[in-house]
């Protein structure tokens, strides 16, 4: 996500390890999702299930579609596909111009969250620590992407794919959550109730919960047609 390191999914990993060994992308060397998404390619192994949290997700669409044949499955959380409107383009450009970078208020840190924990002092400071590592390049490098609208090339993703919205989530709208499962063909969706924004720091167990099932329904299904295929061969 914007402005956030291995330390999102800290929470996450020992579930997520039961699942494989997990992997973390790199998305702050670049200022373009295209960048983003050839970076993780060339760090990933041969084939793999890749998982993208909000700004993340945007970078597991188009890794996606880059190269097909090495992503088994995708899930995309708390995200969306919405193209930025002509005022957030404008700003974006301002910042990529080093015009308008600044830290992200304690405010708008809390907005992440849902409204019962922002204030809770280990997760905003969690989210603090994150940006304070990452630092201002980085921060400048992720405000510069200027996103296009992706729903239409969602329908191209014929992997398995999860889509994970968060109820109270107020930096995303549960409707362009949504939206993205209605246009991937193989579309699992699945609702976080009680949860803002950051799914992976607030609803840990729950989301990786949520996406262990999901591997395993794919695989299932998956040999099921394998199975299917050899017996009519």
């Not at 995200?79 to 409107?85: E, I, Q, T, V």
């Not at 193989?186 to 992976?200: W, Y």
Request: aromatic residues 6%; charged residues 30%; contains cysteine.
């Amino acid at each position: 996500g914007f402005m956030c390191d291995g330390d999102l999914w800290r929470d996450m990993v020992p579930d997520l390890e039961r699942l494989g060994p997990p992997q973390f992308g790199n998305v702050y060397s670049d200022d373009s999702l295209e960048g983003m998404a050839r970076r993780v390619l060339a760090d990933a192994p041969r084939r793999f299930v890749l998982i993208g949290f909000s700004m993340g997700g945007f970078v597991a669409r188009v890794a996606t579609l880059m190269a097909p044949e090495r992503v088994l499955g995708v899930a995309f959380i708390a995200s969306s596909a919405r193209g930025y409107s002509p005022q957030e383009v404008a700003q974006r450009q301002a910042a990529a111009a080093g015009v308008q970078v600044t830290r992200t208020s304690t405010r708008g840190i809390a907005r992440g969250l849902h409204p019962d924990r922002e204030s809770d002092p280990e997760l905003v400071g969690r989210l603090r620590d994150m940006q304070k590592r990452l630092g201002p390049e980085v921060h400048k490098r992720q405000a510069s992407i200027v996103r296009r609208d992706g729903y239409a090339d969602l329908e191209r993703i014929t992997c398995p794919s999860l889509v994970v919205a968060c109820r109270q989530d107020r930096l995303r709208s549960f409707d362009e959550t949504k939206r993205m499962a209605d246009h991937l063909p193989r579309a699992q969706f699945e609702v976080l109730e009680d949860c803002g924004h950051m799914a992976p720091l607030e609803r840990p167990h729950d989301l990786a919960r949520l996406i262990g099932g999901w591997i395993s329904g794919a695989d299932r299904k998956s040999t099921r047609l394998n199975s299917s295929h050899v017996s009519e061969s």
